[in-house]
């Protein structure tokens, strides 16, 4: 437990090897993100064996989240790859062509020719280069461009002034979403959403396939901005995507979207995760800079649960040296918002879970005046760990649960390690064993304070909470499981 920020590690070349996955565990990774956007089948069954494979050898759950491709509309590819084109010059965007020249190309989708309308722009390569439609044919989309550079193979393309009316979820990612429910990955990362029904539809897949698959919902789309508060309440959690955000929108705009779907995210109990150039200089350089530094502590400040590095990760030379980062700056930022006592605004909750969200709220504010070590809880579904995660309390949360579903999707949530453990019958059963895993993964030191949520389930009468304060004894030689 080396943070309660969650990281997110994107995997990839520069991080698919065994070891240099248990190195980005070592340096406080707690959920491992694949994108489909990229790679074979193979390589990512490789590395999801692989994380599997590393989970087992330290005490606590590690996710696993899919990153659904979505309508990503790319370049098909150019000859010569990497060509320059100018200000001024005249591109043709072709509806087909296997292989296309910088100033003549196809896109991967040939609607594309039909749906952009006269003036509207055509953005490539995170909006590097400009393009502005001027004409059309039955087969072409003639644009001037605006800003020009250097046009490569299978770079992206963004229509911010364009409502292409495609669906969030393609063919492509209904299989990616069926190799997901058998490989029982923990979360799926829905991109391009752009209203909370795309997120039912997902879900309602997951549902009749008996997974229990948590869906992500990326928030890159000026549609999704629009519907945010419908989207967030539905989502099981929230990416802000400040990529393609910061293409389809001012960039001015982004922070603003984020401040705003933390505070939503708070509001609603949803874990959300900050995305996208977060330690881009660290792709080449072995150091942050001091901007990306401050990033992420605002991160931090704004309540974001999880930050994910994506590149830095999968591609770049330092990929556990930006875990490390990350854990640093995140671990002092959390020292200092601990110390100010903030206050804690009530969680809006469906009414069956509002007693147990007040709960959570009683137990932030008595740690504020009792020293306690830990907060353990003992749980069925994950509710209550989930509850207490958005309290924000100023100590590290383990989640003591059978299932190990749910124990891995615990990785997500600010402050929440997951721990799998046999079924207890009572109050005296779970205080033993949990304090004897505490005292042998050293994450308490005998005559510390802990705090103790049982449930209901292991109460007298099985009709009442109840929050215990216990004091860590000396171990017995009696072994953990």
Not at 208 to 214: D, F
Not at 463 to 469: E, T, W
Request: hydrophobic share 45%; aromatic share 4%.
């Amino acid at each position: 437990m080396i943070t309660k920020t969650r990281i997110v590690a994107t995997l990839g070349p520069a991080s698919a090897a065994p070891q240099t996955i248990s190195h980005l565990i070592e340096a406080g990774v707690r959920v491992f993100r694949l994108n489909f956007s990229h790679g074979e089948l193979s390589a990512h069954q490789a590395m999801l064996a692989a994380v599997r494979n590393a989970a087992q050898k330290v005490p606590f759950a590690v996710s696993v989240m899919g990153d659904l491709c979505g309508p990503k509309i790319r370049l098909c590819p150019i000859q010569p790859d990497g060509g320059t084109i100018e200000p001024g010059q005249t591109v043709r965007i072709l509806r087909q062509l296997d292989a296309g020249r910088p100033d003549c190309f196809a896109t991967t989708l040939p609607e594309l020719v039909d749906r952009v309308r006269l003036g509207q722009r055509v953005l490539l390569d995170d909006g590097a280069i400009v393009l502005q439609a001027e004409s059309k044919t039955d087969d072409a989309l003639l644009c001037r461009v605006l800003v020009g550079g250097p046009v490569r193979s299978r770079k992206g393309v963004n229509l911010p002034d364009t409502d292409l009316g495609i669906p969030a979820i393609t063919p492509r990612d209904w299989q990616w979403a069926d190799w997901a429910v058998q490989n029982q990955l923990d979360y799926l990362a829905l991109s391009f959403v752009q209203q909370a029904d795309e997120i039912v539809q997902l879900k309602q897949a997951l549902q009749q396939k008996h997974s229990p698959i948590k869906v992500v919902a990326k928030i890159e789309k000026p549609r999704a901005v629009d519907n945010l508060e419908a989207i967030v309440r539905t989502a099981d959690a929230i990416l802000v995507a400040r990529g393609d955000l910061g293409v389809e929108m001012p960039a001015a705009e982004v922070p603003l979207i984020q401040k705003r779907i933390t505070l939503l995210g708070r509001r609603f109990g949803k874990p959300v995760i900050v995305a996208t150039q977060v330690l881009q200089s660290m792709i080449e350089n072995p150091s942050p800079t001091r901007a990306e530094v401050s990033d992420i502590a605002n991160a931090v400040m704004d309540y974001a649960d999880a930050i994910m590095l994506s590149g830095e990760t999968a591609v770049g030379k330092y990929p556990v040296e930006s875990a490390q980062v990350i854990s640093q700056v995140c671990a002092r930022t959390e020292e200092y918002l601990d110390a100010q006592k903030l206050p804690r605004p009530p969680i809006e909750t469906d009414p069956d879970l509002h007693s147990l969200s007040v709960i959570a709220r009683c137990v932030a504010q008595m740690l504020d005046e009792i020293p306690c070590a830990l907060v353990l809880v003992a749980t069925k579904t994950g509710t209550t760990a989930r509850l207490l995660s958005k309290a924000r309390i100023d100590v590290p949360i383990i989640s003591f649960c059978p299932d190990e579903r749910i124990n891995q999707q615990m990785g997500l949530h600010y402050g929440v390690s997951g721990v799998v453990c046999p079924m207890m019958a009572s109050l005296e059963e779970f205080t033993a064993y949990a304090q004897k895993a505490v005292l042998k993964h050293g994450w308490a030191k005998p005559g510390q304070q802990i705090l103790l949520l049982p449930g209901r389930d292991l109460l007298p009468g099985r009709d009442s909470q109840a929050i215990v304060l216990h004091s860590l004894q000396q171990p017995t030689d009696a072994p953990v499981s």
